[in-house]
C-alpha cells in the first residue's frame, strides 16, 4: 500500500504521484457505491498491481472539496477575471469568493488581458474587499512576477469564466508549461474551453497550481444551506460592522441600526458587493433544511 497524491483525472483514469513515481490508477467501485468520487488533490491510498497500475483504495481526509472545479485539499482559489471580452461579471466573482470563504479557502482576484482594458470597474470594486486583487496580462506579462510570491508554498487552483485566460497565465508563470490555450469568440464574447480536465502543475517558482475547465456560469451546486446561515461571514469586507448592528440575526438588508448598511452609506463597502450579497441572500431564501444534499 502506498500513499500519494492524485495530479490528473481523465476518463476514468487517476494519476497519482507517490512521489517516487506516477501511478496510473482505477478507482474501486466501492467509491461508486458511496457516491464519492476522487478529485485531483486528494491524498490516497493505493495498491499497486504487477502490472504497474494501481487502485485507489482509500481517499485520506480533506480539508476541503469543491464541486466545480472539482478539486479537493486547496489552500486558495486564484479567479480570473477580465475587462476585456469576455467582460467578467462581479457577481461570478463574488459567489466564487463566498463559497471558497465557506470552505475555509483562500482568494486572489486577477484581472488578467489588462493590456487590453485595465479593468478599472473591477479593480474598485475588490480594492478594499479585503480580497487581494492583481492587475496581470498574460501577453505582456504585467504583474507576473508580483504573482509568485503569492503562489509560492500553496496548492492553488485557477477558476474563472472561459476565455479569461487562465491556461495563458499559467504558461506565463513558467516556461516550461506548454498549456493549450484557444481563442475568444468576438461574435459571443466568451472563450473555447481549452482545457478539458484539471490538472496539477508544479510551479518554478514554488507551490502548485491546478488548471481547470472555464465555465459560462457558476454552478448552483454549492448554493447550499450552510451557506444560507452563514452568508454574510462569507463577506470578509463586512466583518468589521457585522458585531456593530443593532439586532442579532441582522441580515444586513434593510434593518434599522445595520451596521453593514451605514458602512454601506459611508462608502466604506462598495455598493456592487453589496448588491452581490442581496442577490445571493435572495438566491439561498427558498432553501429548506430538508433539501440539503446528504
Not at 461508486?32 to 498491481?49: E, H
Not at 482568494?107 to 485595465?118: A, E, Q, S, T
Not at 443593532?246 to 434593510?254: A, F, I, L, N, P
Request: aromatic content about 6%.
Amino acid at each position: 500500500m502506498m500513499e500519494g497524491r492524485i495530479l490528473k483525472a481523465l476518463s476514468g483514469f487517476y494519476y497519482v504521484d507517490t512521489g517516487d513515481q506516477v501511478v496510473t490508477c482505477r478507482a474501486r467501485g466501492k467509491f461508486r457505491k458511496l457516491g464519492i468520487s476522487p478529485l485531483v488533490g486528494d491524498m490516497v491510498r493505493i495498491s499497486q498491481q504487477p502490472s504497474g497500475e494501481g487502485m485507489v483504495d482509500e481517499i485520506l481526509p480533506r480539508k476541503n472539496a469543491f464541486i466545480r472545479p472539482s478539486v479537493a485539499n486547496i489552500d486558495q482559489l486564484v479567479v480570473l477575471a477580465s475587462g476585456a471580452i469576455p467582460k467578467t461579471d462581479p457577481f461570478l466573482i463574488d459567489r466564487i469568493c463566498a463559497i471558497a470563504a465557506l470552505k475555509g479557502c483562500g482568494v486572489i482576484i486577477l484581472l488578467n488581458k489588462c493590456d487590453l482594458d485595465p479593468a478599472d470597474d473591477l479593480y474598485e470594486i475588490y480594492k478594499t474587499s479585503g480580497i487581494p486583487v492583481l492587475r496581470v496580462s498574460a501577453e505582456t506579462g504585467e504583474g507576473i512576477e508580483e504573482l509568485k510570491p503569492l503562489l509560492d508554498g500553496k496548492l492553488s487552483a485557477f477558476t474563472g469564466n472561459s476565455g479569461v485566460g487562465k491556461s495563458s497565465v499559467l504558461n506565463a508563470l513558467d516556461s516550461d508549461f506548454a498549456i493549450a490555450v484557444g481563442e475568444v469568440s468576438q461574435a459571443l464574447g466568451r472563450g473555447r474551453h481549452t482545457t478539458r480536465h484539471v490538472e496539477l502543475f508544479r510551479l518554478g517558482c514554488g507551490g502548485e497550481a491546478m488548471d481547470s475547465p472555464g465555465f459560462s456560469s457558476f454552478e448552483t451546486d454549492e448554493m447550499n444551506m450552510e451557506l444560507k446561515e452563514r452568508l454574510d461571514e462569507t463577506f470578509v469586507d463586512f466583518a468589521p460592522y457585522r458585531t456593530e448592528c443593532r439586532y442579532v440575526g441582522c441580515s444586513h438588508t434593510k434593518e434599522k441600526g445595520c451596521a453593514v448598511l451605514r458602512a454601506l452609506k459611508d462608502g466604506e463597502i462598495h455598493p456592487v458587493r453589496h448588491r452581490s450579497y442581496l442577490r445571493m441572500h435572495e438566491d439561498l431564501k427558498p432553501l429548506q433544511a430538508w433539501q440539503q444534499k446528504k
